[in-house]
């Protein structure tokens, strides 16, 4: 077995613990070692069934998988950016064992999660270190940038182009052959019918741009 830490210490990355021990059950694969956190003083607190194992700053010393939970697109390129140089990390992409797809169209890079109850059809490429939370639907031809993050119950239909650094809300309904542009948010429930530039927000049904307060 390989030894894993995870980097992040919220409620996401004692979900991703879970994924990690529901692989385990099938294959056994991974070794838990611990969170890893920024602020070393946090260095032994318990958090779920693991407890910190080391800062941030301490993985440079070891040889391990890393795994990033944390559900916001900023924050883990942010955190990849720290990590670029360090050779002895490692970021296997975690699928859960139930998830559906035609995994010989499906390409993707590396630190990658697809949480469980997914399903991904078929020619779809997807970047790296986004993550799929529960229970959604990804459609044929579906191309995917870095650092996204797709929250749980969204229906993505065939054809879509997704830049980096996208944030869909839960329950979101995104139509087919559409452009989603670097930084855009799409809102919890939101029905996309149209293209959305980057770094705009859109919400509702049919979804619109937030207007900016003055």
Same mark, same amino acid.
């Given at each position: 077995?390989?030894?894993?830490?995870?980097?992040?210490?919220?409620?996401?990355?004692?979900?991703?613990?879970?994924?990690?021990?529901?692989?385990?059950?099938?294959?056994?694969?991974?070794?838990?070692?611990?969170?890893?956190?920024?602020?070393?003083?946090?260095?032994?607190?318990?958090?779920?069934?693991?407890?910190?194992?080391?800062?941030?700053?301490?993985?440079?010393?070891?040889?391990?998988?890393?795994?990033?939970?944390?559900?916001?697109?900023?924050?883990?390129?942010?955190?990849?950016?720290?990590?670029?140089?360090?050779?002895?990390?490692?970021?296997?992409?975690?699928?859960?064992?139930?998830?559906?797809?035609?995994?010989?169209?499906? *390409?993707? +890079?590396? $630190?990658?999660? @697809?949480?469980? !109850?997914?399903?991904? /059809?078929?020619?779809?490429?997807? %970047?790296?270190?986004?993550?799929?939370?529960?229970?959604?639907?990804?459609?044929?031809?579906?191309?995917?940038?870095?650092?996204?993050?797709?929250?749980?119950?969204?229906?993505?239909?065939?054809?879509?182009?997704?830049?980096?650094?996208?944030?869909?809300?839960?329950?979101?309904?995104?139509?087919?052959?559409? *452009?989603? +542009?670097? $930084?855009?948010? @799409?809102?919890? !429930?939101?029905?996309? /019918?149209?293209?959305?530039?980057? %770094?705009?927000?859109?919400?509702?049904?049919?979804?619109?741009?937030?207007?900016?307060?003055?």
């Amino acid at each position: 077995m390989q030894d894993i830490v995870i980097l992040g210490t919220g409620g996401f990355a004692r979900e991703v613990a879970f994924l990690i021990e529901e692989i385990n059950r099938v294959s056994p694969t991974w070794r838990i070692l611990g969170l890893v956190e920024a602020d070393e003083r946090q260095v032994g607190t318990q958090i779920g069934k693991y407890s910190i194992l080391c800062a941030e700053s301490d993985l440079a010393k070891r040889n391990v998988a890393a795994t990033i939970r944390i559900g916001n697109p900023a924050i883990i390129k942010k955190i990849v950016e720290n990590f670029k140089d360090y050779s002895n990390i490692s970021f296997p992409n975690l699928i859960h064992p139930n998830t559906i797809g035609d995994r010989e169209r499906i *390409s993707m +890079g590396r $630190g990658n999660i @697809i949480c469980a !109850g997914n399903i991904l /059809t078929t020619d779809i490429q997807i %970047g790296s270190f986004n993550i799929f939370n529960l229970n959604s639907t990804y459609g044929h031809d579906i191309q995917i940038g870095d650092y996204c993050v797709f929250n749980p119950g969204l229906n993505l239909s065939g054809g879509l182009k997704i830049g980096n650094s996208c944030l869909v809300g839960t329950g979101a309904t995104i139509l087919q052959y559409l *452009s989603i +542009g670097d $930084g855009a948010t @799409i809102g919890g !429930g939101a029905v996309v /019918t149209k293209n959305v530039e980057a %770094g705009v927000t859109v919400v509702g049904v049919t979804a619109k741009p937030i207007t900016p307060k003055m």
